[in-house]
């Protein structure tokens, strides 16, 4: 077998064997296949496509090129949750200790902060003394007693994959709805889960900007679980504006507590119920969604979500008095608001360009060694369809009083705002339910 030839067959569009695949996964990652044969074929993979058994076949192969995550000790069916990226996506803090409040037990491993999105590591990391490493005895221990556990991703899961992204990343192939697929869906099944549930973003915070592309990406995704064996659902959901109202790490660990305790934004509480309805189903506690909806309304009413999360929060060495005393958390040097400068409706907010302006502020990361500022960011005091007067504030930016670049960050956070004379009605949160039967349009 000759990579050259695996790359003739692509580029004309023939479809490549499980082995084949393999050959060439395992060849790359070895070192036996140079970056220039690789980029080659991922190039003829952006023109041709893979079809669902490649996708399938690829995945796997990336899947099986570093360490396997072993969930087998731990009771029950374990429900993985991915968000495809976004800003002010803070719903792993909120579902991972509702959904095992319900009685499924999350075992995750979450990332850190890509580009204009943030990452559910950092965010936990905001939290005073919060341990982000677990060895897999405590992983699971920690699982089996108290329901949920949250650690970052380990340093040889998917190897393949970050390798593939880089070559990806500086070859022009990112956007390869196949090759995307694989990447996610490889981290998801080595990170041992039984089941998957994604929320694919789309609009202009996303990666994703239509719904034709964050369906197909779905579909893919969802593709590849149930033919790997695990039951997979996608919730596509809108990221026209950023979930909820507080971008920055601490803001948004105070945010995901307010909505534990039911006094979050109506949007990001409906998504949470959403997804956490699919976990619950496809944990098999209910057997609807409206069932699994209704459980998990009611352990909102009665504390207990909040009340694991604080669990949760004691358990990985964090101080779970930030639940009660949000001032624990930290707090920028200054606040700073955005006014609007004529009156009128948002009609749109440019959720990339307030994630970049969070990043640029300190929250996320600029540069792979940038050190990231807990206390930063942005909170909204407008949305889609909110009437705004002339002077009155947009939003109000948590900054360090050294930030020499701030006056600029106001300028771009009030320029993501677009306000007009003609009354507004924002669009819906959801939008798609992707399953094995399909996509389903709400």
């Known amino acids: 077998m000759r990579a050259v030839d695996l790359i003739y067959k692509k580029r004309n569009g023939s479809e490549l064997s499980a082995s084949e695949l393999n050959y060439l996964v395992q060849g790359y990652c070895q070192g036996e296949i140079p970056d220039y044969q690789m980029a080659a074929w991922t190039m003829a993979v952006f023109f041709k496509g893979l079809s669902a058994a490649e996708t399938a076949d690829l995945t796997m192969a990336m899947a099986n090129s570093g360490d396997q995550v072993d969930l087998g000790k731990i009771q029950g069916i374990k429900v993985d949750k991915h968000s495809t990226g976004g800003v002010g996506d803070k719903t792993t803090l909120i579902l991972a200790p509702l959904v095992a409040a319900a009685g499924v037990p999350v075992a995750k491993m979450s990332g850190r902060g890509l580009g204009h999105t943030g990452g559910t590591i950092d965010k936990l990391e905001a939290i005073p003394g919060f341990q982000i490493e677990l060895t897999q005895e405590n992983f699971t221990r920690q699982v089996n007693e108290i329901g949920v556990a949250v650690i970052g991703q380990s340093g040889n899961i998917t190897p393949a994959d970050k390798k593939l992204y880089a070559l990806r990343d500086v ?16 981290k998801k099944i080595a990170a041992g889960a039984d089941a998957i549930v994604l929320d694919v973003k789309m609009g202009s915070g996303a990666f994703m900007k239509t719904l034709d592309e964050a369906e197909a990406l779905a579909q893919a995704m969802v593709e590849i679980g149930t033919n790997v064996g695990r039951r997979t659902a996608a919730v596509i959901s809108d990221m026209n504006q950023p979930l909820g109202y507080a971008i920055g790490n601490a803001l ?30 496809l944990g098999g506690l209910r057997a609807s969604e409206s069932e699994a909806r209704g459980l998990l309304e009611q352990k909102l009413r009665d504390g207990s979500a909040l009340r694991k999360f604080q669990q949760f929060i004691t358990a990985q060495g964090g101080n779970a008095k930030v639940a009660e005393h949000p001032e624990l958390l930290p707090k920028a040097d200054v606040l700073i608001e955005v006014n609007a400068s004529a009156p009128g409706t948002v009609t749109a907010i440019d959720a990339e360009q ?80 992707v399953t094995a039967d399909g996509i389903a349009r709400l």
């Open 354 to 433: 307030l994630g970049l302006a969070a990043m640029q502020l300190g929250a996320g990361r600029a540069t792979k060694d940038a050190v990231i500022d807990y206390s930063v960011g942005i909170v909204l005091s407008k949305k889609v369809g909110d009437r705004v007067e002339a002077g009155e504030s947009l939003a109000v930016v948590h900054a360090r009083a050294n930030n020499n670049g701030t006056d600029e960050i106001l300028k771009q956070i009030q320029n993501a705002y677009h306000i007009s004379d003609q009354p507004y009605s924002p669009g819906p949160l959801l939008l798609s339910i």
């Open 171 to 186: 070859t022009a192939t990112v956007d390869s709805i196949p090759l995307i697929a694989s990447s996610v869906m490889s």
């Open 252 to 281: 948004e660990v105070n945010e995901a507590i307010l909505t534990l305790q039911g006094k979050g934004p109506h949007d990001l509480t409906e998504l949470c119920l959403t997804l956490g309805a699919h976990m619950v189903v």
